[in-house]
């Protein structure tokens, strides 16, 4: 371990997790390395967790772009976080959340690198990051994701260092490290390609920050990979069918993919594997087994991400593909998730969503409108610079109850103007150069559920001869679907 | 006049506008040039008009960057336009858009060029463009915007090029043309100044695709400028003064702005005649005489638009101001509204709008949801790319009767996340680093009008009782407030 610790001064951090965690106070605002479901630090959690459960008072305000239900979930269960951003990744924290027990400061990722720079995330008293070690010049080497550690140790008044020897050392490799000036100095990022290479592979950290060096061996273990079921491959085999006539239309160029978090991203992506495409590239804010194993099987010829979440297959796969330096690139938030790459490289963003409105507006984030489930992450940052931006999404939920295309969404995400394709088992909406009626006409017909086809045409109809204009809504009508689910057990009321 | 048409092919071109026009079918799809408010072609569209007026059929689909009032009223009053991408520019238009007589496909600027790419606005027959001439290479020079231009005689079958010899000459110097390759060969812009220039001065054109030159000397003229009120002046002093505590925070930097259109928008613009603040940078999708004066003034060091509106004092300023090549850059729109140039200068966008909800939600486009009134436009997206997003916007409306911050917005342009900042004649409310109850308190408190008070903690107060969860709506009642305004003639209902 010490050839990753390069001085003297360093190795007297060295200490034991439970040391480093108690100098984490009650009140303090902690910051945590990780992003996507990758990277995050385990040994100091985990130690947290023990002194909450010998009785001691500690909550505190937990900033971190890990987006990991391990995380959220025993520091939740353990009510140790009073406050959270930008992401919420468990139930049980989500539970808190809507309970009105934690406070939640949901943010587009996006955005985090200029509000940390701001100081807007109030004084960060601790980061918390784990990492394979340090180089030669004390530069940190972070493990399966970097996303915002630099800024958080920027802004940052401590630093524990978690070396983690349960991480593959292979990741060292993979790590491309570009940190944007912020405006007025700002210059052009010269990414052009997925697979290419601007940076370093290590991050800046000032020594004398570093308080603790805590050292582990704790395994980074996704929960189970879900498999794909008949809905979602008919969803896949629309998408599918549609990328091939896009592709033609766009005389033979595929587009580099983005896909979000969640078993239908996950299904989808795991489709990839037996659809006509090859020289896959994927350009995402996480990455999980199904997209690794589409690099596995020679499917995916360049993957960028800004975290990488492991499982023993993803650490067989890092060990078993040639040069996979050559074709996996972990990246520094600012470049994940960075509206200048993601326009210029014109990628497919393929995004979930919990309900979409006839017009084809999109809430990823909230049940019935109050109810959190995750947050705003980075998908509508993604539709809203893509050159392509598809909705994939189930017309029903709950075995037909809800419907989630809905006259209204109840909460909003993502504008409609910033959806370019909706598709559904039922079908595809090709909703580019059409007005809000057509918009809405295409929507009904081509992805509802057959059940819902009737009720929202009849949605629509009334609308448009009641409130006319533009945009026609009904709001009254529109959010009687949600009392009819409440009072009915389904968004269809007493005719289900 | 001969000068500016280098070849005898083109100028055997030379027509009447009532020629060019009578080349304009009945159910055609027409581009024009134009973008904010300036640089759309008059003689065309004039003889459009005379020949509606005598008896033709003639309706046709319009796409233009223009959102010019004089263009959609004067085509809109004689029900020309029977379809309109990407803006309304009317109340002619925006009635017969609302009354469903006119197809409306709204749609962001930045958009534009990725989807007439795609061909996304069907087969575009006829581009009718304004020029000052063309340049010996036959290359076409703009006159006060370019905006989309290029992009709509590429995907048009023909044009009409209509020289304007009212068009200042000085507009030439002006122009800086840059167009980004599409993905996968899209560079980086290398644009890292406002006033920086990075192209060349005119458009590339097909010569076999111009069908016709029109000579005219129409001025291009808007209407009257708003002064400002004293409503908007306390909206501008509260700017003002977060302005200098924000530049303070930012080690003395001052952003570059982004203005949006109307009369607030005007009058923020003139304020800054009177504010502390030197060396002003503007970075606009279009610029008025209130932005000019501060160039004429001193106050201003640097202008760059996608459309300069004109007025005798523009022209004036134009040939009053030293140098002003050095100052004021006229930019195509895929420079003007481009996310990766909004980023990396930091841009802070001022965006007005018509309403706002506690939580930061903005409805910029729809009143009561349903009856648009001129369009996304370029707003949502400046203030998703902003180094800093703010709306201003007076706390009511209507003498009270309508509160311009609502429980829930009746229509949805700018996410809350998108939202940093929200100024009213009462005060300031800085959201960044707010959870969701945090931003409704500081909403209600410091902005709101104070008969409104109230009712929006009495709604609050009950939605999150009655309703909980992490961003609690209670749409019903929310709604209430519209029907209240109808019913009753206030937001406030019979208590009013």
Redesign the interface.
Known sequence: MDANIPSEALRRRVATAEDAAASIRDGMTVAMSGYAMAGYPKAVTEALVRRRQAGDDLTVSLVTGANAPWLDDILGAENIIA?R?PMCASRTL?SQ????GV??????MS?MP??LR?G???AIDVAVVEALGFDRDGNLIPTSSIGMTHHLMDAADAVIVELNSAQPEILRSLHDIHIPA???D?????L?RVDQRIGTDSLPVDPDKIRFIVESAAPERLGSQPKGTPLTKRIADHLFEFLELEVR?NGG?L?PFQTGFGSLADSIADAFQHSAFRDLRFFCGGITQPVMELLASGKAAALSTGGLGMSDRVEQILRDVPNIRNHLVIRNGDITN???VV????IAALNTAIEIDVYG?VNSS?I?????VNG?GGG??FA??A?LSVVLIPSSAKGGAISNIVPMV????I?E??VDVVITENGVADL???????RADAIVARCADEAYRGPLQRYLDE??SR???????W??E??GW??NLKEHGSMLGEDA
């Open positions: 406050r951003a989500a959340i809507n309970g009105g406070r939640y400061v949901e943010q587009q955005k200029r509000l701001g807007y995330f109030g912020a405006p007025p700002a210059e052009p990022i010269p052009v239309r160029v587009p960075n509206a200048e326009g210029r490289l014109g507006n909230h019935a409108g109050n109810r959190v705003i509508a940052h809203q610079n050159g109840s909460h909003q995400d504008a103007h910033d580019r150069g059409l007005d809000d009626g057509e609308a448009r409130r006319g204009g533009h945009h026609p809504q709001p009254e529109a959010f949600y009392r």
